[in-house]
């Protein structure tokens, strides 16, 4: 079945960097868009960023020039590079495919919390 493993939060300052990392298995991962997502407290959850199949990529305005996606094929892992990071970054991070597919089979992994301090 479906699984997505997210791993590499932690706490940092507000300045600093973290990588985060999605094993995936499951499914075929070579040639699903994927997506990096993120929820805060007391906030809805949120797409940050997203990654085709090919490597095209797209981010949210909030991150756009400060976090890099990118995914490894040959390892069914995806990446986030998360640069400059702020106070308001701080939330548990998820992967998963696009919104909708996501939506429509309702599963998502345990996530990663990152917390920003200043």
């Known amino acids: 079945q479906v699984q997505l493993v997210e791993s590499g939060g932690g706490l940092v300052q507000a300045g600093g960097s973290l990588r985060l990392s999605c094993a995936a298995s499951?499914?075929?991962?070579?040639?699903?868009?994927m997506g990096w997502y993120r929820q805060a407290p007391g906030k809805q959850r949120e797409l940050v960023a997203t990654?085709?199949?090919?490597?095209?990529?797209s981010y949210a305005d909030s991150v756009k020039g400060r976090f890099t996606i990118s995914r490894d094929n040959a390892k069914s892992t995806m990446y986030l590079q998360m640069n400059s990071l702020k106070r308001e970054d701080t939330a548990v991070y998820y992967c998963?495919?696009?919104?909708?597919?996501?939506?429509?089979?309702?599963?998502w992994g345990q996530g990663t919390q990152v917390t920003v301090s200043s």
């Open positions: 499951g499914f075929i991962f070579s040639i699903t868009f």
């Open positions: 998963n495919r696009d919104p909708e597919t996501a939506r429509r089979l309702g599963y």
């Open positions: 990654i085709t199949s090919a490597g095209y990529t």
